[in-house]
């Protein structure tokens, strides 16, 4: 039974909560919390995270005028409650689910979320954006920066701070400091700012009270900072203020309304929290409940549901690690994921080859283009849609120098619950595009592991292989990689009508797809490409000579595989010929969170749409198969 929430019913929009005493609100943040647990107990989602705020939230809406004022929380998988506290509270049962609220902050949701976030470190280049744009007469307030210890370890935060320092505007940092990631923060400014706070916690709250008046000469001493500007953030242009304890209404309160009343230029509050606040399972969990399945608010035991396969993400995390132990030039390089990526798995062999950079995309592909220019075999193993981040580090740092690194790309496609944003729909386009690159698809966890040899054993150049989120097809593996031949793909059924290429994970889809068609009268084969580049032109003139309907299929966005073929299609005549050609690949629009069948079945893509296709194709196509057979 849900505990009574007097103060929460009495809020419906930040506004109500000028009414509340000080005491009140902090009864409110108990409620909030509370409300919380009991939420993602029923959807899933980024828990700790949200637990950890809870105070902050509160005191910022309090404190502040949103949404005139734009509260920014970066990622923004914290934000829950603050999606409660500002007219969601209904709508939570939703969180993450398709037609529901979405698991982060954005723009066509609420007035409240003033920029949109998943990815990380954008929170204060936007507060700046916005700053500027009230400084310049638009209808906008304070502009308040939310960022995590983790997410202000990328470069895009100091970037900002190195401008929005020089520029020396009225806006707000709220640094969360929970001293976590998604795994334990890595890096220098990490330790840096554990010193901050391991001071402030120890010996400057020993202090007596006149020697705390000294206290900001004393932490020069502990951070090395000189004169009057003592931290780093100090010496980037901003007042510093802090540590205070994230969980103290009562300094939060007091810190904020100070800060709002007196600030002149950009100011950086180091708020210390901790996260999974005040809910002992999460508390005790050694990832602090990032992110977790539905569960049981009285024990916290997730219910998770049982696999049927091995995840992609544990098959190559186990084959990198066999491939490693073989060839010890191998190193595994992650941005901040070691979990999400199966790095973790890989550490526990090869602990002093596997290197997390912290939330650093770019850096860490030109880190790993350094690396393999050393001499050594680097695997970057970073999710399609962070990979984004490190595009011109990509073209610049790789493949213009035509260096060996091997991209491993997780959680290609779409992935569900997180929606559009951590949607890996553009990596094929964007990566075939790149001379040099060679670019391969698993079409199940079988070809993975032959996949991560193939990259292990090509030297020539940068090599990429993309594999979605979740459980495998259920195949059985392979003892041991054997490296496919660069640019072949495999036909894996023969038919004479229509031929499905397919290009990664949705194998299983045209098979099935394949199975309509041909209940329709038509034979069908279905090719797995392997390859988007170099692309296996024997293969498609084969395919295009002896089919009438050639069907391209790729989890992913247009401008991929199917623009490829395409391509060479219409530069080698076929197009001037009979063949009927289709693409099938996600649509040019944002597909919004659902489970994936669900979100494939948004862009087009089931097997029955894929047979539609081909089907359609066909009675289209008038000109008999004998008119163009060789
Ligand atoms: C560019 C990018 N890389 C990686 C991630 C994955 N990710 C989401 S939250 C997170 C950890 C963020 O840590 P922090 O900012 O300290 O927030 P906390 O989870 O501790 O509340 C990571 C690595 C991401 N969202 N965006
Ligand atoms: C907020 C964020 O970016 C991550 O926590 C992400 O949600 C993890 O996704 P996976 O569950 O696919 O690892
Ligand atoms: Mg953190």
Known sequence: MRSPTPQLDRVSAPSDMKALTDAELRILADELREEVIETVATTGGHLGSSLGVVELTVALHAVFDTPRDKVIWDVGHQCYPHKILTGRRHKMHTLRQEGGLSGFTKRSESEFDPFGAAHSSTSISAALGFTVARDMGEATGDAIAVIGDGSISAGMAYEAMNNAGAMGRRMFVILNDNEMSIAPPVGAMSRYMSGLTEFANGTLA????????????????VTGAVEEQSTLFENLGFQYIGPIDGHDMGQ???????????????????????KGKGYAPAEAASDSYHG??????????????KPNAPSYTEIFGKALTEEARRDPKIVAITAAMPGGTGLDIFAKTHPNRMFDVGIAEQHGVTFAAGVAAGGLKPFVAIYSSFLQRGYDQIV??????????????DRAGLVGADGATHAGAFDIGYLVALPNMVVMAASDEAELVHMVATAAAYDDGPIAFRYPRGEGEGVTLPERGVPLEIGKGVIVRQGFDVAILSFGAHLGESQRAADLIEAQGLTVTVADARFA????????????????VLITVEQGSRGGFGSMVLDHLANEGWLDKTLAVRTVNLPDRFID?????????????????IAATALQAAQLQRVKVTDFKD
């Open 206 to 221: 020993a202090l007596p009270g006149p020697l705390r008046d000294h206290a900001r000469r004393a932490r020069q001493l």
């Open 252 to 274: 939060l309160l007091g810190v904020l309304r100070a800060a709002r009343t007196r600030a002149t230029g950009p100011v950086l509050i180091h708020c210390c929290t901790v």
């Open 593 to 609: 969170q659902a489970a994936p069948d669900a979100m494939y079945a948004d862009a087009g893509m089931t097997a029955g749409d």
């Open 396 to 409: 610049h740092d790789v493949a213009l120098q035509n260096l060996p690194v091997r991209f491993a790309i």
């Open 533 to 548: 580049k170099p692309l296996d032109k024997a293969l498609i003139n084969q395919l295009a000579r002896k089919h009438r």
């Open 292 to 305: 977790v399945g539905k569960f049981d608010p009285v024990t916290g035991i997730q219910a998770k549901s």
